[in-house]
């Protein structure tokens, strides 16, 4: 993949994922992201040409003191014809044993740089929106004592994620950590856990963000429902600033 076309699909992959993506309305585009990408994954699994040995140019008489003085026997055919044939398998062998090296060491280098098999780290599903922050909010009882790392995002279609840090192993490392709930459970203060069918959350790692996925089924906010029909793919992705969904069906 030349420059020219590796520029190409970092745009398009910013128009598909990026905070302003607007391919979703550029089916022509979305076709060619999706063509790159498959470039990409083919190009990763491809194995290295492997190097081919040219033979030799031709049969060269023999410097072999044996053959030289080989001109004795009464065999039918001259001492010098007998010395080309003998010269000329001698090639032949050689030839073969530097081509079954070459292809040993092909084999073995290919074996080394393709020793797994590539997995497709993204589903290629279109952003739909971004989250928008919401300074003001009440962080729920439920999440217990603050530590100042809360921060809440405005409803969407019934829904409202919250982002926390918290700690994901058995010493204090933090996390941040993706919270959706049922809006209309945002507002109870009495401590307990929500209780809706809505209710999902998720841990980023390292570089790897906080995402929560799911397919909508029912029972889920009515107006997330109507936005997502009933077996629609989303997912949420907190990339330590903004929520972006993304979503299957556009």
């Not at 292809?103 to 929106?129: C, E, K, M, N």
């Not at 926390?164 to 459970?185: F, G, H, I, Q």
């Not at 203060?189 to 963000?209: E, K, M, T």
């Amino acid at each position: 993949m030349d420059d020219g076309v590796r520029d190409e699909l970092e745009r398009l992959r910013a128009r598909a994922y990026g905070p302003d993506a607007d391919l979703a309305d550029d089916p022509v585009a979305w076709d060619r992201l999706r063509e790159l990408e498959e470039q990409v994954r083919f190009a990763a699994i491809a194995p290295p040409p492997a190097p081919v040995s040219s033979p030799p140019a031709g049969p060269v008489a023999s410097t072999d003191p044996e053959i030289e003085d080989d001109d004795d026997g009464g065999a039918d055919e001259p001492p010098r014809r007998r010395r080309l044939a003998v010269r000329s398998r001698r090639g032949v062998w050689a030839w073969a044993v530097s081509l079954a090296v070459v292809t040993a060491l092909a084999s073995a280098a290919t074996a080394l740089g393709v020793s797994f098999v590539p997995v497709a780290g993204a589903a290629g599903a279109p952003q739909v929106g971004t989250l928008a922050p919401d300074p003001g909010a009440d962080i729920p009882a439920v999440f217990g004592q603050r530590t100042g790392s809360e921060r809440a995002f405005q409803d969407y279609f019934g829904v409202t994620a919250y982002v926390a840090l918290a700690r994901t192993d058995s010493t204090d490392t933090r996390n941040p950590c993706l919270y959706l709930l049922d809006s209309d459970e945002v507002g109870r203060d009495d401590g307990r856990a929500p209780g809706g069918n809505f209710v999902y959350g998720g841990c980023g790692a390292g570089v790897f963000p906080a995402t929560v996925e799911f397919v909508v089924a029912e029972g889920m906010p009515p107006a997330f429902v109507e936005r997502f029909p009933i077996g629609t793919s989303v997912q949420f992705v907190y990339d330590g600033e903004n929520v972006g969904v993304f979503s299957d069906r556009g």
